[in-house]
């Protein structure tokens, strides 16, 4: 998984989260009457029951709710859920009638995606009386590939804003000599320490391999750092780690920013 942290100086980091994981509204019903989307908004994603559902919830938290962020919440208008196996692939039905994603397109996986569409058609199916957007991660993440990710400037920008992070790898920072506090006030601190000497054996253990495992599985050069500042990885590293980014498909994408701000760390996915 491609992991990641911004530094730069603590300059801030690229929208990568608004680009690859913010949660929008669903077509669980992006499908209106007969499955197809009748309604387009002249900007925005199509006007479908479900986005009119979590449009009148999050009026009706405007007036009754007094709490900052609420989240809008809607109400399950389903009784079963199933997934459908077709011709074109794996799409998730709610009452014989197709999920669709926020841009109002069939929401239709890979064959090689049924894991992924038992997962969704789960999600649904488990839902009580309400449901919230956080409660939906994949059909969030699936919606992404099939709307945002196989190709366009959202692809490039979530493909430019991952290599801004390549600079600042967790594993890439290595330091064998405890630092004082003049050193700290100079370059920050540093993730790889001298004591306590067991954590020293684990990361010589554990990280100390992948960066081994990098250099042979990519033929790069890879440098490490004893500081959070002014950090670099030399060009032909960065354009090789472009090239495999720009391999990705759209479901590879989709879910590569996820994986980074959970684990930090940028060369475990490209292999």
Same mark, same amino acid.
């Given at each position: 998984?491609?992991g990641?942290? +911004?530094? $730069? @100086? /603590?300059?801030?980091?690229?929208?990568?989260?608004q680009?690859?994981?913010?949660p929008?509204? !669903?077509g669980?019903?992006? %499908?209106t009457?007969?499955?197809?989307?009748t309604e387009v908004?002249?900007?925005?994603? &199509?006007?479908?029951?479900?986005?009119?559902?979590?449009a009148s919830?999050r009026?009706?938290?405007?007036?009754?709710?007094? *709490?900052?962020g609420?989240?809008?919440? %809607?109400?399950r208008f389903?009784k079963?859920?199933?997934?459908?196996?077709?011709?074109?692939?794996?799409?998730v039905?709610?009452?014989?009638?197709?999920?669709?994603?926020?841009?109002? *397109?069939?929401?239709?996986l890979?064959? @090689?995606k049924?894991?992924?569409?038992t997962l969704? =058609?789960?999600? !649904?199916?488990?839902?009580?009386?309400?449901?919230?957007?956080?409660?939906?991660?994949?059909t969030?993440? =699936?919606? $992404?590939a099939?709307?945002?990710?196989?190709?366009?400037?959202?692809?490039?920008?979530?493909?430019a804003?991952? %290599?801004?992070?390549?600079d600042?790898?967790?594993?890439?920072?290595v330091?064998?000599?405890?630092?004082?506090r003049s050193t700290l006030?100079?370059?920050?601190p +540093?993730?790889?320490?001298?004591? &306590?000497p067991?954590?020293?054996v684990?990361?010589?253990?554990?990280?100390?391999?992948?960066l081994?495992? #990098?250099?042979?599985?990519?033929?790069?050069?890879i440098?490490?750092?004893?500081?959070?500042?002014?950090?670099?990885?030399?060009? #032909?590293? *960065?354009?090789?780690?472009?090239? %495999?980014?720009?391999? /990705?498909?759209a !479901?590879?994408?989709?879910?590569?920013p996820?994986?980074?701000?959970?684990?930090?760390?940028?060369i475990?996915? &490209?292999?």
């Amino acid at each position: 998984m491609l992991g990641l942290r +911004s530094t $730069r @100086s /603590f300059a801030p980091a690229p929208p990568l989260r608004q680009l690859c994981g913010t949660p929008r509204t !669903w077509g669980a019903r992006h %499908l209106t009457t007969g499955g197809t989307v009748t309604e387009v908004a002249p900007e925005g994603p &199509p006007i479908t029951e479900t986005n009119r559902e979590f449009a009148s919830a999050r009026r009706r938290e405007a007036i009754t709710d007094s *709490k900052p962020g609420a989240e809008a919440t %809607l109400k399950r208008f389903w009784k079963n859920v199933a997934v459908d196996r077709r011709p074109d692939g794996v799409a998730v039905k709610l009452d014989q009638r197709t999920l669709r994603t926020p841009g109002g *397109k069939p929401l239709v996986l890979p064959k @090689s995606k049924a894991m992924l569409a038992t997962l969704i =058609a789960h999600e !649904w199916d488990v839902q009580e009386r309400t449901m919230k957007h956080h409660s939906l991660p994949m059909t969030s993440l =699936a919606s $992404r590939a099939i709307d945002d990710l196989g190709e366009g400037a959202t692809r490039d920008q979530v493909r430019a804003a991952l %290599l801004e992070y390549l600079d600042t790898d967790t594993i890439w920072y290595v330091s064998r000599a405890y630092p004082s506090r003049s050193t700290l006030l100079l370059t920050g601190p +540093s993730f790889f320490q001298d004591e &306590p000497p067991p954590l020293v054996v684990l990361q010589d253990r554990h990280w100390e391999p992948l960066l081994d495992w #990098a250099r042979s599985t990519f033929g790069v050069e890879i440098n490490k750092f004893e500081s959070l500042l002014y950090n670099s990885q030399p060009e #032909a590293t *960065k354009t090789k780690f472009d090239q %495999l980014l720009q391999s /990705f498909d759209a !479901w590879e994408m989709a879910g590569e920013p996820h994986s980074s701000f959970s684990w930090s760390v940028l060369i475990l996915k &490209p292999s």
